[in-house]
């Protein structure tokens, strides 16, 4: 089976990282579970997990794991960015991409910040709200700085 595209994975990774804000920690390891056993539904086509080809299905784990276990540096980081608002206020779909985007600026050093950045707007663009594209790219700019 062929790899998927970066923007792909990186949409599975925010997808699994919004049910971080609906579930306990204690949770999460069964939820990671049925994310690829049930599989998903885009607007585009019906997926299922084991339409994850193998080594993006490590891949996705391996980040999530990694983003998880630097999640109090990360909101820390939005935290400062996000001037005047903290993080309990801040939507639960645009607070899983920043913390994709920032752990990809911070800790990833195999995508470029531009890339991140990027990246995070379309997610906001296709998930979020209308003004959610705006609101990451400032946040996002803000922490490139």
Do not use: C
Not at 32 to 51: K, W
Not at 61 to 84: C, F, R, V, W
Not at 86 to 94: C, F, P, Q
């Amino acid at each position: 089976m062929t790899r998927m595209s970066r923007s792909l994975v990186r949409e599975h990774l925010f997808k699994l990282l919004f049910r971080v804000e609906f579930n306990s920690p204690e949770d999460m390891p069964d939820q990671v579970r049925l994310f690829f056993e049930d599989g998903f539904a885009d607007e585009d086509h019906e997926s299922t997990g084991s339409d994850i080809p193998e080594g993006d299905r490590q891949y996705i784990s391996d980040k999530y794991a990694k983003i998880m276990e630097n999640l109090p540096q990360i909101d820390e980081k939005i935290d400062g960015a996000a001037k005047g608002w903290s993080i309990s206020r801040i939507g639960k779909v645009e607070l899983s991409i920043l913390r994709l985007a920032v752990y990809e600026m911070l800790y990833d050093e195999d995508i470029p910040v531009g890339v991140a950045i990027d990246e995070a707007v379309e997610l906001a663009k296709r998930f979020g709200q209308d003004s959610s594209a705006a609101f990451i790219n400032g946040i996002l700019a803000s922490l490139a700085k």
